[in-house]
């Protein structure tokens, strides 16, 4: 496990939380506030007023909390870029957190990191907050991966994208876990942003767990009551309730030449 919550405390008033997060994988925290808290408690915002925390075999409580530590290990991708982006330009925004940690070869770092995210050298000199959303969210991502971290928190990072810029961010977010060996962790009620690339989705109510798995879970009858159900789902879920057997996908075009099988099937 990379992360574990063991019966930690929050507000006398609700449960204690339990739960785990694995290693390298796309883990979605969804539901009520209750997701909103627990990023706030990894970074430190919020302390833990009992239980512990097990944070890359390390255990935090309230009295051992290493807020240095879990810093370094985890690049948190705040929800409004004005929030994170408190210097002047690209460059320095990049060079901020290499230079904190003592990084060797941090321009080399830079430039790597900036082309990962799709941006090129020319961006390094642009004024940070005046690039346009989708820009500062790639230089706030290329900002916290140049310092290698173990595990990436994204706070609903899809939030005021188009759908194509959703569809790339996910090409993104993919490429990055698969290349870097790291845990994802996004904060998001959005569904038909998160669902084609989720590992697993833990959906939270007042502290409590009410739904956990792996995409398949959102195809059972009852995950409607928690999330807003994709529609490519609903309608494969649909289709299958009148017996017309088609696959489980998250892609559109293996659902149409599904579609086209059973057409000729009947023909």
Same mark, same amino acid.
């Given at each position: 496990?990379?992360?574990?919550?063991?019966n930690v405390v929050t507000s006398k008033n609700? #449960?204690?939380?339990?739960?785990?997060?694995?290693?390298?994988?796309?883990?979605?925290l969804s539901g009520d506030k209750t997701k $909103?808290?627990?990023?706030?408690?990894?970074?430190?915002?919020d302390s833990v007023r009992a239980g512990e925390?097990?944070?890359?075999?390390?255990?935090?409580?309230?009295?051992?909390?290493?807020?240095?530590?879990?810093?370094?290990?985890? &690049?948190?991708?705040?929800?409004? #870029?004005?929030?994170?982006?408190?210097?002047?330009?690209?460059?320095?925004?990049?060079?901020? &957190?290499?230079?904190?940690?003592?990084?060797?070869?941090?321009?080399?770092?830079?430039?790597?990191?900036?082309?990962?995210?799709?941006?090129?050298?020319?961006?390094?000199?642009?004024?940070? +907050?005046?690039?346009? +959303? =989708?820009?500062?969210?790639?230089?706030?991502?290329?900002?916290?991966?140049?310092?290698? #971290?173990?595990?990436? +928190? +994204?706070?609903?990072?899809?939030? &005021?994208?188009?759908?194509? $810029?959703?569809?790339?961010?996910?090409?993104?977010?993919?490429?990055?876990?698969? $290349? =870097?060996?790291?845990?994802?962790?996004?904060?998001?009620?959005?569904?038909?942003?998160?669902?084609?690339?989720?590992?697993?989705?833990?959906?939270?109510?007042?502290?409590?767990?009410?739904?956990?798995?792996?995409?398949?879970?959102?195809?059972?009858?009852?995950? *409607?009551?928690?999330? *807003?159900?994709?529609?490519?789902?609903?309608?494969?879920?649909?289709?299958?309730?009148?017996?017309?057997?088609?696959?489980?996908?998250?892609?559109?075009?293996?659902?149409?030449? *599904?579609?086209?099988?059973?057409?000729?099937?009947?023909?």
């Amino acid at each position: 496990m990379e992360i574990e919550f063991k019966n930690v405390v929050t507000s006398k008033n609700l #449960p204690k939380l339990n739960f785990s997060i694995s290693r390298d994988e796309i883990t979605v925290l969804s539901g009520d506030k209750t997701k $909103e808290i627990i990023p706030n408690l990894l970074m430190g915002f919020d302390s833990v007023r009992a239980g512990e925390i097990i944070y890359l075999n390390k255990k935090t409580t309230k009295e051992t909390f290493d807020f240095k530590y879990i810093q370094f290990e985890t &690049g948190y991708v705040f929800l409004n #870029p004005s929030d994170f982006l408190t210097n002047k330009t690209v460059k320095q925004e990049i060079l901020f &957190g290499l230079n904190f940690y003592n990084f060797n070869k941090i321009n080399e770092r830079m430039n790597y990191y900036l082309n990962v995210v799709g941006l090129d050298n020319s961006y390094l000199n642009k004024k940070s +907050l005046e690039l346009n +959303l =989708n820009n500062q969210k790639k230089v706030m991502l290329a900002s916290v991966l140049a310092i290698e #971290p173990k595990v990436l +928190l +994204l706070n609903c990072i899809e939030h &005021g994208l188009n759908k194509k $810029e959703q569809k790339d961010l996910k090409k993104l977010l993919l490429k990055i876990k698969k $290349e =870097n060996n790291i845990t994802i962790i996004i904060i998001s009620n959005n569904t038909n942003f998160y669902f084609d690339i989720v590992d697993r989705v833990i959906v939270f109510k007042e502290n409590k767990i009410i739904l956990d798995g792996d995409s398949s879970v959102f195809y059972k009858k009852e995950t *409607d009551k928690y999330l *807003d159900i994709p529609p490519i789902i609903d309608f494969i879920s649909m289709s299958n309730s009148k017996k017309i057997k088609l696959a489980k996908t998250n892609d559109i075009n293996e659902l149409m030449k *599904d579609i086209y099988r059973k057409a000729n099937e009947k023909c």
